[in-house]
């Protein structure tokens, strides 16, 4: 289906107007970054509906304005999984963000530390969880992929540890891969594959390509070395390939979680009956959840299925929501749905496409600034008093 952006996709490139909003950053990322790294990024599963939904279906939550209200000190800070934070937005776990730009994992984290919000590395990382620590003084969380290989995963585990990860992100929803035409179609593979299309669109990207080559991080590194019978890219390739396991159950996150010992977040719920049994874990957090509509076309939207989610454990475990996310306004709608904290993906990583760390310190101080105004102008000054008093109505998310 045709994109529902706006066709002037290069409107902000040629001209010193300065940037505003999340789409601005997104269409800096996609003429700065080769097609088959932002695709990756800029992409769902199948149809991409789900994909579409979960940032359309925000515009279906209408706010109540506030008039002749104190608006003055405000305060954005909350507390995400017992740990304080500037405003309750986490920067969420993707895969290949070092591919997005050189040394990306590195450079989001420093922008997360400075604004005040958490870092979540991912397990199919460009930089290594120790890279990640070596070039960064704060702690950050990881997430975690289970794979057949259980040894790789307790040594991921206690690496992370090492490192002073400072909480666990579980991810139970891809047990198998969904199917992304963009990337089949476009050959994925890190580094690239030295096509001729390949070659030409690199060319294209000078910053980019400049910033590459001046990194040796350029692959799996919290593979590479690691795992067993791993040692270069074309033994990472086929051991991906089989890893992924399809047999995860809860009797593997309640190992998991007494492995880690620390704070333990369960990613990917998104129905109220699995929502119960992540409680029932002991686990911290659950992040509602369909991985960006990436893998199962056709399931609800994150912020449709959260009411229900909260409804049926909010007293239980704290409940962090992603998907979708493109505003501040968005984090706000959220949270008066329930949510505790939000993650971003997509909008740091068109950030990080766009002007690197910089990039990704505006993204979040465009998020910061659009929650702030959007509070006050609902009648309140601090953001943990947030609640459905806010919303104009309860949002109809029926197609």
Not at 171 to 196: A, M
Not at 236 to 241: D, H, K, P, Q, Y
Not at 341 to 362: D, K, M, N, T
Request: charged residues 25%; proline residues 4%.
């Amino acid at each position: 289906m045709p994109s529902s952006r706006p066709p002037s996709r290069w409107a902000n490139l040629f001209t010193d107007r300065p940037v505003t909003c999340i789409e601005d950053l997104r269409q800096l990322a996609e003429w700065r970054v080769p097609r088959m790294f932002y695709d990756y990024a800029d992409s769902g599963s199948y149809t991409e509906s789900t994909y579409r939904a979960n940032e359309s279906d925000f515009g279906r939550i209408k706010l109540r304005q506030r008039v002749a209200v104190d608006m003055t000190n405000r305060t954005l800070a909350s507390s995400m999984v017992g740990q304080p934070v500037a405003m309750p937005v986490a920067l969420a776990p993707t895969g290949l963000t070092g591919m997005q730009h050189a040394d990306g994992e590195i450079l989001a984290a420093r922008a997360a530390a400075k604004a005040g919000v958490p870092f979540t590395l991912s397990t199919m990382s460009i930089c290594s969880i120790e890279d990640v620590a070596e070039n960064t003084d704060k702690p950050f969380w990881f997430q975690l992929y289970v794979m057949r290989d259980r040894a790789f995963i307790d040594k991921l585990i206690d690496r992370a540890k090492a490192a002073g990860c400072s909480a666990l992100v579980l991810t139970l929803d891809l047990q198998i891969l969904g199917q992304r035409h963009k990337d089949i179609k476009n050959g994925l593979s890190t580094p690239p594959k030295l096509t001729i299309g390949n070659i030409l669109d690199m060319a294209t990207k000078p910053r980019w390509s400049i910033n590459m080559l001046r990194t040796q991080r350029r692959t799996f590194r919290n593979i590479v070395g690691h795992a067993t019978g791993v040692s270069n890219l074309s033994s990472l390739s086929s051991w991906t390939a089989e890893q992924f396991d399809p047999t995860l159950n809860w009797d593997d996150v309640r190992r998991i979680r007494d492995r880690w010992g620390g704070k333990l977040i369960l990613k990917g719920i998104l129905d109220p009956e699995d929502a119960v049994m992540a409680a029932d874990t002991g686990a911290d957090a659950l992040i509602v959840s369909n991985h960006g509509g990436r893998q199962l076309d056709g399931a609800v939207s994150s912020i449709s299925a959260l009411p229900a989610i909260v409804e049926a454990v909010g007293d239980r475990i704290e409940v962090l929501m992603d998907g979708g996310i493109r505003s501040g306004q968005d984090v706000v709608k959220a949270l008066a749905l329930g949510a505790k904290g939000i993650f971003i993906g997509r909008a740091f990583l068109y950030g990080l496409g766009a002007g690197g760390e910089a990039g990704v310190s505006q993204c979040l101080e465009i998020i910061r600034k659009e929650m702030d105004v959007t509070m006050a102008m609902c009648g309140l000054r601090d953001i943990k008093t947030v609640t459905s008093n806010i919303l104009a109505g309860k949002p109809d998310f029926r197609v």
